[in-house]
């Protein structure tokens, strides 16, 4: 069984900075691309940055600039540095993993529970 476990969620002002983590845990053979995706109330969930399991990375045009991904391969962990925060970040932030288990054949696309995060002043 495979668990993605978030964190680093919380309220901040705008302009501020947060970072948020995930890691995937259990029988992990592999993990390929991993990503964070957000959803806003009355909104679809949407790709906030990609990073294959290569290093290269991709971002929605909305957070260019602002937003940095990256990962830890030895500890199956990726990492979401958020700065200057506006409101408009404010959303429900998911983890995703695709990977392959010891029992699975083939890579599965994984998901965490999700982090909210809150920008307001």
């Known amino acids: 069984q495979v668990q993605l476990v978030e964190s680093g969620g919380g309220l901040v002002q705008p302009g501020g900075s947060l970072r948020l983590s995930c890691t995937a845990s259990?029988?992990?053979?592999?993990?390929?691309?991993m990503g964070w995706y957000r959803q806003a109330p009355g909104k679809q969930r949407e790709l906030v940055a990609g990073i294959t399991g290569g290093g290269s990375t991709n971002y929605a045009d909305s957070v260019k600039g602002r937003f940095t991904i990256s990962r830890d391969n030895a500890k199956n962990t990726v990492y979401l540095q958020m700065n200057s925060l506006k409101p408009e970040d404010t959303a429900v932030y998911y983890c995703?993993?695709?990977?392959?288990?010891?029992?699975?054949?083939?890579?599965?696309?994984?998901w965490g529970q999700g982090t909210q995060v809150t920008v307001s002043s």
């Open positions: 995703n993993a695709e990977l392959k288990t010891l029992a699975a054949g083939t890579k599965y696309s994984y």
């Open positions: 259990g029988s992990i053979l592999m993990v390929y691309g």
